[in-house]
Nanobody, 117 residues
């Protein structure tokens, strides 16, 4: 059974940091890019960052470049999203997904990130 378990969300003040984790199982971790996506209330889901688990290549949306860092621990089949300098507009439900980021094969449940003073 394929599973992607996202965690690490919470309430943080503007300028603060959070680290999201996505623990995966049930598929070959090295064969799938893993991405983070987010959906804010009333908005469409958008891609945030993607990493190739085989060669480490990364992609970041313009809105998060320089603030967010995606990384993997291949021994733990886990992908992380370090989020620094958080802004209220980063508030959303964050999801991790495996596969082509244009149409991922597998999705995890979301984790809520709220940036507010």
């Amino acid at each position: 059974e394929v599973q992607l378990q996202a965690s690490g969300g919470g309430l943080v003040q503007p300028g603060g940091s959070l680290r999201l984790s996505c623990v995966t199982s049930g598929f070959s971790f090295d064969d799938y890019p893993i991405g983070w996506f987010r959906q804010a209330p009333g908005k469409e889901r958008e891609g945030v960052s993607v990493i190739s688990t085989s060669d480490g290549n990364t992609y970041y949306a313009d809105a998060v470049k320089g603030r967010f860092t995606i990384s993997t621990d291949n021994a733990k089949n886990t992908v992380y999203l370090q989020m620094n300098s958080l802004k209220p507009e980063d508030t959303a439900i964050y999801y991790c997904a495996a596969g082509d980021p244009r149409a991922p094969d597998y999705w995890g449940q979301g984790t809520q990130v709220t940036v507010s003073s």
